[in-house]
């Protein structure tokens, strides 16, 4: 009864940015994680970030850290991804993920406690 719908990826060159917003058919300002994800050609998907909306405390993974930023806009029950100095290994399809009723922890590297899940939005970096 959730749906979730990505926009805002596109081709960059390396150093660029890009902010994805993920919209939510239902509000997600209670208790809920929202989180971000990729996966590139060839590869598993992993985890980039999560954001526990009640009170909006936000992981990252490594290897985004101090590039990335997650924000929401609770009132639009919408999540954004704000990607800087994009390198070419941030290329992949990038999905957005939901859990109600989520614990105040919103781990990053466990895919299956999301339950509703976007249909994702290409992000690119080349030169």
């Known amino acids: 009864q959730v749906q979730l719908v990505e926009s805002g990826g596109g081709s960059v060159q390396p150093g660029g940015s890009l902010r994805l917003s993920c919209a939510a058919s239902r509000s997600i300002g209670g208790s809920t994680c929202m989180g971000w994800f990729r996966q590139a050609p060839g590869k598993e998907r992993e985890g980039v970030g999560t954001?526990?909306?009640?009170?909006?405390?936000?992981y990252y993974v490594d290897s985004v850290k101090g590039r990335f930023t997650i924000s929401q806009d609770n009132a639009k029950n919408t999540v954004y991804l704000q990607m800087n100095n994009l390198k070419p290994e941030d290329t992949a399809m990038y999905y957005c993920?939901?859990?109600?009723?989520?614990?105040?922890?919103?781990?990053?590297?466990?895919?299956?406690?999301?339950?509703?899940w976007g249909q994702g939005t290409q992000v690119t970096v080349s030169s």
């Open positions: 993920a939901a859990r109600y009723f989520a614990g105040d922890y919103c781990p990053i590297n466990l895919q299956s406690y999301y339950t509703y």
């Open positions: 954001v526990y909306m009640r009170g909006g405390t936000t």
